[in-house]
């Protein structure tokens, strides 16, 4: 079954600890702007429940969250694990040449002589640089930075990236 674009769920975030004794959550965020995260109408968990969940501040690697139904501890560490979802459709509307990279998801691949060398599978953040995925056979994959020289084309009518093989990052 295909999910219309409008209805997908991108996952945004992750509960991945507890911060303190009144329930409050340590989130890892997959989006590049903090300042969407309390502007989604609905946040969601993987069984599409809303979860009424707001970021506070930056702590170190992490943000500080708090959620609405949740005043203690014990109620943070169940939530502990649990991935965070919005609809694709609550992200904002981008100028025509711009892209969010989970949009580049499914796109294919061609190397600099514009032979097909597979599919964008996802996306990694490390800090420093963005990797994106390319799948090039069942469960075989190779990295590259998302960036001009590696990745010199993107091609949104035609749902295809240009990727340069020779600048391959291993990633263990």
């Not at 903090?34 to 969940?53: C, M, V, Y």
């Not at 609550?90 to 949009?103: G, H, K, N, Q, R």
């Not at 996802?122 to 960036?147: K, M, P, T, W």
């Amino acid at each position: 079954m295909q999910v219309k674009k409008e209805s997908a769920i991108i996952k945004i975030a992750k509960i991945v600890n507890v911060h303190g004794i009144r329930g409050a959550v340590k989130v890892k965020l997959f989006i590049e702007e903090h300042a969407l995260f309390n502007n989604f109408e609905q946040i969601l968990d993987s069984k599409a429940s809303p979860i009424p969940i707001k970021l506070i501040k930056k702590h170190k690697d992490h943000w500080l969250a708090e959620i609405d139904t949740v005043k203690d501890r014990d109620g943070a560490e169940a939530l502990k694990g649990t991935e965070l979802y919005v609809y694709r459709s609550s992200f904002p509307d981008l100028e025509e040449d711009e892209f969010y990279f989970f949009d580049l998801i499914g796109f294919t691949a061609f190397d600099l002589e514009q032979n097909k060398i597979g599919t964008v599978s996802a996306f990694h953040d490390y800090g420093e640089a963005s990797l994106v995925e390319i799948e090039v056979g069942q469960n075989d994959f190779f990295n590259v930075e998302f960036s001009k020289n590696a990745v010199p084309k993107v091609d949104l009518k035609n749902k295809s990236i240009v990727v340069d093989i020779s600048q391959k990052i291993d990633v263990i």
